[in-house]
């Protein structure tokens, strides 16, 4: 009788340790890996999730396909993950699946882009770029910048290059770009054409726009990766970037911080990737028992350029050169 007593407890005990030991299982369905935002975004993450003593990542790359994303989801459904993180490369097209996420009672954390049917499903925590903000503060530079050089009241052709069609990235920036193009009239929009968040994507789309557009003096691109592309073509087409073109891009990698000490790209309108900081102390949250409102949280973020100084309302720009050194991504 004894023994059968110790032998149970001892079973009880190693079903207790097993248990207090298993590790929280956090799943991720990324996007793909368009841009350095991108990488910077999954490095960033990973590391924060994967540091973290007793959390497990189960991770997914959805190549930029929105089935894959969808199978990813189904799949971490059928894994019983303790965590979702999702962020979708289009912004509707969710609903079932996110629903059955839902019913299947695992938490879910938005991150980056918020699918439009957030206000139908539940989640527990959302972090994003405002993104028609940054669409907003791209315009608003340029119009300002050329007031400060004078041409305020000059006729300037600009050029959009957007982002992903149909992401919220894209259809916000858009929006903003747009709505505050109505507070320059003197920027007359002469192009819009997506370059889908991709260097090589931007370089075609501009070589195409040099061929087919007689002046061009301001690109706004939807990120930097294209902005970059574009300032392949613009030299390659004997134009001096930066001086023949305003050229303003949108995340603030570092490659676009080289570009503007370099003279050749003039803004940059931060879209911070880094989301780790959010994403962990709210899982830990979590898991003590916390909840939180239902509301989309957008990081505070900077906007960077040659100078430095530039009023955009709702923050001033900062000269890249000062703060390079800074720079996290
Ligand atoms: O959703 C954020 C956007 O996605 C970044 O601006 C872009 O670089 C990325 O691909």
Not at 10 to 15: G, Q
Not at 59 to 79: M, P, S
Not at 91 to 111: C, H, Q, R, Y
Not at 138 to 145: D, K, P, S
Request: contains cysteine.
């Amino acid at each position: 009788m004894k023994k059968i007593f110790f032998v149970a407890l001892a079973l009880a005990l190693l079903v207790c340790v097993s248990a207090a030991s298993a590790d929280v299982v956090i799943a991720f369905s990324q996007i793909g890996q368009e841009s350095d935002w991108r990488t910077a975004n999954t490095d960033d993450l990973k590391s924060a999730i994967e540091n973290h003593p007793g959390w497990k990542l189960v991770y997914d790359d959805g190549q930029q396909k929105q089935e894959n994303q969808i199978k990813a989801l189904r799949n971490f459904i059928t894994q019983n993950v303790d965590y979702i993180l999702f962020t979708g490369v289009v912004s509707t097209g969710w609903d079932e699946v996110l629903k059955e996420v839902n019913e299947a009672e695992i938490p879910l954390l938005l991150i980056d882009r918020i699918p439009d049917c957030a206000d139908k499903i539940d989640y527990v925590a959302a972090f994003g770029g405002d993104f028609v903000e940054e669409g907003r503060r791209q315009v608003a530079w340029a119009g300002e910048y050329l007031k400060k050089i004078g041409k305020g009241d000059t006729d300037v052709n600009i050029v959009i290059m957007e982002g992903t069609t149909g992401a919220s990235a894209q259809t916000g920036r858009t929006e903003g770009n747009l709505k505050a193009l109505k507070e320059y009239p003197h920027l007359k929009l002469v192009g819009q054409q997506s370059g889908n968040f991709t260097r090589a994507e931007g370089q075609a789309v501009m070589e195409s726009w040099l061929k087919s557009i007689d002046k061009i003096d301001v690109l706004i691109a939807q990120n930097d990766d294209m902005a970059l592309g574009a300032i392949d073509a613009i030299k390659a087409a004997g134009k001096v970037p930066g001086k023949d073109i305003i050229i303003l891009g949108c995340d603030s990698v570092k490659a676009a911080f080289d570009s503007i000490v370099a003279g050749e790209m003039n803004c940059t309108v931060e879209c911070t990737p880094l989301y780790g900081k959010f994403v962990v102390p709210t899982i830990e949250a979590l898991i003590r028992g916390e909840k939180f409102d239902k509301t989309v949280v957008h990081p505070e973020e900077g906007v960077f350029d040659m100078d430095g100084g530039i009023d955009l309302g709702t923050v001033k720009s900062i000269k890249a050169a000062d703060v390079i050194a800074t720079r996290q991504y």
